[in-house]
């Protein structure tokens, strides 16, 4: 079975600083995408950036950024300049094939920017 | 707001009770998610429809019963829930199922 582990359960940060949230996984296919979705109190979960892995290339989307590790199977995402806003749930996920493709999310990481 | 609704955003409902959550998205996609989030556990998907056909039931009890009359609307029929069903249920829509999935703002649901 496919997981998705996230070993922080809780990170904070200064702000204006810059933070790496972890995560791993675990699957036996070779082409599969990556997500970081955002999870704000609002409760609506938020694409914050997305990588293929058959791509070399780190996804960046503006102060967010990943470092994909597709050997290791680590795909961790950076955060800098840290703001006020971006305080939220993050939640790491992959997708998986075999019929009907869904995401498999990780447990989730609570994020805590101080002013 | 990422275009997908979800209604009603607050629902509490006895174990005997029937209810529905409804799910509406006008983004053009061809598949609709269903997915619960309960505390200190990871988002289960639920159900997945593609084309208003359901193409995954992850052993999902028969007291939640899905229904999807057209790829813009997606309901999740509720009866004889039991107290440990309590949880966020949110929405779902992507356009392929390879592309990112964008999420309604939920329905808290508790059940007493």
């Known amino acids: 079975a496919q997981t998705v582990t996230q070993s922080q359960p809780e990170m904070s940060v200064q702000e204006a600083e810059t933070v790496t949230l972890s995560c791993t996984y675990d699957?036996?296919?070779?082409?599969?995408?990556l997500f970081w979705y955002k999870q704000p109190p609002s409760r609506q979960m938020i694409l914050v950036i997305r990588?293929?892995?058959?791509?070399?290339q780190n996804a960046t989307e503006n102060r967010f950024s990943v470092n994909f590790q597709k050997a290791a199977k680590s795909f961790s995402l950076k955060i800098s300049d840290s703001q006020l806003g971006d305080a939220a749930m993050y939640f790491c996920?992959?997708?998986?094939?075999?019929?009907?493709?869904?995401?498999?999310f990780g447990k989730g990481t609570k994020l805590t920017v101080n002013p | 707001e990422t275009g997908v609704t979800q209604t009603p955003r607050h629902l509490v409902m006895g174990m005997t009770n029937k209810k529905s959550l409804k799910c509406e998205q006008h983004l053009g996609h061809n598949a609709m998610y269903w997915y619960k989030q309960s505390a200190k556990k990871p988002l289960e998907l639920m159900f997945v429809?593609?084309?208003?056909?359901?193409?995954e039931n992850n052993s999902v009890p028969s007291r939640f019963s899905p229904e999807c009359p057209n790829s813009s609307h997606l309901f999740l029929h509720l009866h004889t829930l039991q107290p440990e069903d309590s949880a966020l249920y949110l929405c779902a829509s992507s356009q392929e199922r390879r592309l990112e999935a964008f999420f309604g703002q939920g329905t808290r649901l508790t059940v007493v």
């Open positions: 996920a992959s997708t998986i094939q075999g019929g009907s493709e869904k995401l498999v």
């Open positions: 990588q293929e892995a058959y791509k070399q």
């Open positions: 429809y593609n084309f208003k056909e359901q193409t």
């Open positions: 699957t036996s296919e070779s082409d599969y995408y």
